[in-house]
C-alpha cells in the first residue's frame, strides 16, 4: 500500500492563484536563456548592448522571421515535401 503524502511531495508547489515557480521556469526556459546571453556578452564586450549592435541582429533575423512565415504556410497547407527545405535554404542564402 502507498502512502498518500509521499504522492504529493512530488509534485511541484502550487500557490491559491495556481502559480507554480518550477512550470515557469520549465516553460520559459529558451526566454532565460536568451537574457542570459544577452548579460554574458554585454558583460565581455562593450560594444554588444548598442543600438546599432541590436538593429543590425533585428535586420538579420527578419529575414530568417519571412522565411520561416513563408515556410509555415506552406506546412499548413498540406503541401510539405523534400523540396520545400532545399528552396528554403536557397532562397536564405
Request: net charge positive; no cysteine.
Amino acid at each position: 500500500m502507498t502512502d498518500a503524502s509521499s504522492d504529493r511531495s512530488r509534485r511541484p508547489r502550487v500557490s491559491a492563484n495556481g502559480f507554480s515557480l518550477a512550470k515557469l521556469l520549465l516553460e520559459g526556459r529558451a526566454f532565460f536563456a536568451l537574457i542570459a546571453i544577452i548579460i554574458v556578452f554585454s558583460l565581455l564586450s562593450p560594444y554588444y548592448f548598442s543600438v546599432g549592435n541590436f538593429l543590425t541582429m533585428a535586420s538579420h533575423v527578419a529575414i530568417f522571421g519571412i522565411l520561416a512565415v513563408g515556410m509555415l504556410l506552406v506546412i499548413l497547407n498540406g503541401g510539405i515535401d523534400l523540396s520545400v527545405g532545399s528552396t528554403l535554404g536557397f532562397s536564405g542564402v
